[in-house]
């Protein structure tokens, strides 16, 4: 168990819908990213937070956006869904140190959009 | 910004024989390269990492050798086992907090 907790699961939803994806990090890790796994793909970085603030922006998509709360967990929220955004949604978060610390990651939330 | 290339996407070994899996990066400012294990349904785990200030780290089977100088990094695990069989992940970061930066990815298989 690496401690990222991941909710929903899975998700089922049609085109055009909404969804929210929320990701607990680490007990206090600031940093949290989320990535997207599409079907035999890599892992493509979407946002950063830290400490509530937005700190990198990957290839993410206008229709998504994402926020950090002050008790450090994250939402990342889909919009307008197309039948491309089916993917496997992951976040990882990183403690703060004075040099580079590790990632780890979450389940995962599995997107079917139908 | 920086690029990881990973090679072979698919790997096929017999069980008990060693397995090597090639990543490059393009930053030069690059100095911390995990390797993350993803099996079917679950997140990416860390297996080993290492730092730009050390050329091989070992952790009983696992491996990973890293020459700055001609920016890439492998992962060798030895005498492998069908519990190996997964995707695995090679990343590269700058620094800090910087986001990790992945390659495609490698399947591999071993072969009972």
């Known amino acids: 168990d690496s401690g990222v907790t991941q909710t929903p699961k899975h998700l089922i939803t049609a085109t055009g819908q909404r969804v929210t994806l929320r990701c607990s990090p680490r007990?206090?890790?600031?940093?949290v990213y989320w990535y997207q796994q599409s079907l035999d793909q890599g892992l493509q970085f979407l946002i950063q937070?830290?400490?509530?603030?937005?700190?990198a922006k990957g290839n993410i998509l206008e229709r998504f956006s994402a926020q950090q709360f002050p008790d450090l967990h994250s939402e990342l929220n889909l919009s307008s869904l197309e039948l491309g955004d089916s993917a496997l949604y992951f976040c990882?978060?990183?403690?703060?140190?004075?040099?580079?610390?590790?990632?780890?990651f979450g389940q995962g939330t599995r997107l079917t959009v139908v | 910004g920086e690029n990881v290339e990973q090679h072979p996407s698919t790997l096929s070994v017999q069980e008990g024989d060693s397995a090597v899996i090639k990543c490059t990066y393009s930053?030069?400012?690059?100095?911390?390269f995990p390797w993350y294990k993803q099996e079917l349904g679950k997140g990416p785990q860390l297996i080993i990492d290492?730092?730009?200030?050390?050329g091989e780290k070992k952790d009983q089977r696992i491996a990973v050798t890293l020459n700055k100088t001609a920016k890439h990094f492998s992962l060798h695990i030895t005498e492998t086992q069908p519990e190996d069989s997964a995707v695995y992940f090679c990343a590269a970061s700058p620094s800090g907090n910087t986001p990790l930066v992945f390659g495609k990815g490698t399947r591999l298989s071993v072969i009972a």
């Open positions: 007990s206090g890790d600031l940093s």
């Open positions: 290492i730092r730009s200030n050390v």
């Open positions: 990882a978060s990183r403690a703060l140190g004075t040099g580079v610390t590790e990632a780890f």
């Open positions: 937070y830290y400490n509530g603030e937005e700190r």
């Open positions: 930053d030069s400012a690059s100095n911390y």
